[in-house]
């Protein structure tokens, strides 16, 4: 069917006709306040890509993200993360917000308390 549409060598060369659509995670969602996050993934003839939508009444916006670099983005995520946890720690390093202070449990501490 293609080979009408693609001269040949393009076929052969960058095409595989063969090649079975990729097994594509599950959606995702996740809800912060009024704001609802979507994380779709899906594949086109240029390949699979991630697509975030931030979901809001009377507004929405996109982004799309190629499958080759999710692990760079992956990577600048986790050094904002990493960046805002230091930060964080730095200014509040003064300040004893341990759970035996402030009298919260921790998560694992719950779980004990539930068996």
Not at 12 to 39: C, M, Q, T, W
Not at 53 to 61: A, C, D, I, K, L
Request: charged share 25%.
């Amino acid at each position: 069917m293609y080979e009408y549409f693609i001269p040949k060598f393009l076929l052969h060369n960058f095409y595989d006709i063969n090649k079975k659509p990729a097994e594509l995670p599950e959606s995702k969602y996740l809800r912060v306040g009024n704001k609802n996050f979507y994380f779709d993934t899906g594949s086109n003839n240029r390949g699979v890509f991630l697509r975030i939508s931030e979901v809001r009444p009377n507004y929405r916006t996109a982004i799309t993200i190629p499958e080759k670099v999710w692990s760079h983005f992956r990577d600048n995520i986790n050094d904002f993360i990493c960046t805002m946890n230091n930060q964080r720690n730095n200014t509040t390093s003064t300040i004893d917000n341990s759970p035996l202070n402030t009298g919260e449990n921790l998560p694992s501490d719950l779980n004990e308390e539930k068996k």
